[in-house]
């Protein structure tokens, strides 16, 4: 019995330096996970700061320029906005959940992308996995429709570089940097715009249903169509709000 108590004991006492042995490896591994977080959260505040301090000197240098040399510099300054954006890595708040999307419909038919709620936009995931095109491409193939869009409205603008610095803080950066089905939408919405300009109501219906093949929210425009040809009056506009704000809360709902 006795020497059983004594045996019992002694893998007690083992027992109790392996959990402490344990323990304290659990402990180093919460505090190497800490760590790391800290060094995650550093790293995201730096790349903050430093997106920032861009976005300043991108909207200055666009303002000095679109007051020394309007009409030199713009071209130079939209092809380097579009590499911008093209070209960025890891870059908007969307980047992984498009990355989802095209591993997620990697094995998508043509029907499957044709017949889907937004025909226009899933189709160019089929598209990349038949070339063999990499995810990132996706952003340099829809920047294109976007600068092309902005673009066409710049250059009927007086000062086109002017209107590329008003774009850029707000629209350049939130919409092809990180929501990019919207951006494709908003490109083709411009020639739009356009087209309700020169009172071309054929032409702004058509090029509105392209734009929500790529995203819904583009489809109540089309009610604007009704508006075309007509004088501008505040009857009107309060006519248009009655119409389209709850066809955008409706969209926007589902």
Avoid at 56 to 76: C, D, H, I, M, N
Avoid at 130 to 155: D, K, S, T
Avoid at 182 to 204: E, H, M, N, P, W
Wanted: proline share 4%; glycine share 6%.
């Amino acid at each position: 019995l006795l020497h059983l108590r004594a045996l019992a004991g002694h893998r007690c006492q083992h027992g109790h330096e392996v959990g402490g042995r344990v323990a304290r490896r659990g402990g180093l591994a919460v505090e190497a996970k800490e760590r790391a977080a800290a060094v995650r959260r550093t790293a995201l505040a730096l790349r903050l700061r430093l997106f920032l301090l861009l976005l300043l000197l991108g909207f200055l240098v666009l303002a000095v320029l679109a007051q020394s040399r309007p009409k030199e510099t713009y071209v130079p300054a939209l092809v380097a906005l579009y590499l911008f954006v093209a070209f960025r890595w890891e870059v908007g708040c969307d980047w992984h959940g498009y990355l989802y999307q095209y591993r997620f419909w990697q094995g998508d038919t043509l029907k499957d992308a044709l017949f889907s709620r937004e025909p226009l936009w899933r189709p160019i995931f089929f598209l990349q996995h038949q070339i063999g095109l990499e995810y990132q491409w996706l952003n340099v193939v829809a920047a294109i429709p976007f600068f092309a869009g902005i673009h066409a409205i710049a250059r009927r603008e007086p000062n086109p570089t002017a209107f590329l610095a008003l774009v850029f803080p707000i629209l350049i950066l939130n919409m092809p940097m990180s929501a990019i089905r919207q951006s494709v939408a908003i490109g083709i919405i411009c020639y739009a715009y356009l087209a309700f300009v020169d009172r071309k109501t054929i032409r702004y219906v058509i090029l509105v249903l392209i734009a929500a093949g790529f995203h819904t929210s583009a489809l109540p425009f089309v009610i604007l169509a009704l508006f075309i040809g007509r004088e501008l009056s505040w009857r009107m506009v309060a006519s248009a709000l009655v119409v389209v704000v709850p066809a955008v809360f409706l969209f926007a709902g589902s």
